[in-house]
């Protein structure tokens, strides 16, 4: 009982009430920050098993990256992990964390197919795909739709079927067994359709990137709408995301 009471105490109200300006409290990791002090770039390098940061200059993709922090529990003059859960894109690049750069990750306007704001932005229907996930995105992606989140609100919800979804969000590395039921599940979606990767497993294959039992050539065929990073990606990350997609910064705060 004194523990469940401690737990209520620290999160406070369970309802979110505005889901694109909550805050999260640490432990969370989510954008970092990266100064020009200087450190030995090789080993800060060579500290990430998932080869997420680079040097000269040092940055951090967000796309290969866990969240883990060992990088700036190491070196913490150099990075450091801000609260900032809204580092979705649909640009690849766009997840690349440089040195003295304080931009937002967000969508790239200029690549984005008109007819996904024309479509998707009061109602969205989505079938998701779990291609070798690990149960962890599976789990936040069904936290979207609880009480907490509810991102129901804002007419997106999950499917049971692909031929009654507008799109796809594939969790996993894609494994090779999973490929062929990823493809026939995205060629039942009817057009327009949207294709979503959520997660570092689904990005970039995670730390099973250069293993032999993937097959993740249907990404040759298929453009990709959403990148949501994480590992897990957390709700706020999730929903903040597909609402910026299907309706940009303006209309995102429309509630059905």
Partial sequence: MIKDSKILIHNGKQ?????????????????????????????????????????????????????????????????????????????????????????????????????????????LKLRQVSAGGDNSCEIELGACGNANFDMGRYGIEFTASPRHSDGIVVTGPITENMAEPLRIAYDAIPEPK???????????GGIFADSKALDRSILNDIKVDLFIPGNPSHPLTIINGILDLTRGKILSNYII
């Fill in 15 to 123: 309802y979110i009430p505005d889901l694109q300006n909550a805050v999260i409290k640490a432990p969370f990791r989510g954008k970092p920050v990266i100064s020009f002090a200087k450190v030995d770039e090789k080993e800060l390098v060579d500290l990430c098993p998932l080869r997420a940061i680079n040097a000269n200059p040092v940055s951090i993709d967000l796309g290969k990256c866990s969240l883990c922090g060992e990088c700036a529990f190491a070196f913490p003059e150099k990075i450091q992990f801000t609260q900032e859960y809204k580092i979705s894109s649909n640009k690849r690049e766009n997840l690349i964390v440089f040195e003295g750069e304080n931009k937002e990750i967000e969508i790239d306007e200029n690549i984005l197919r008109p007819e996904i704001r024309a479509v998707f932005s009061k109602s």
């Fill in 194 to 204: 949207i294709f979503i990767l959520c997660g570092v497993d689904a990005i970039s």
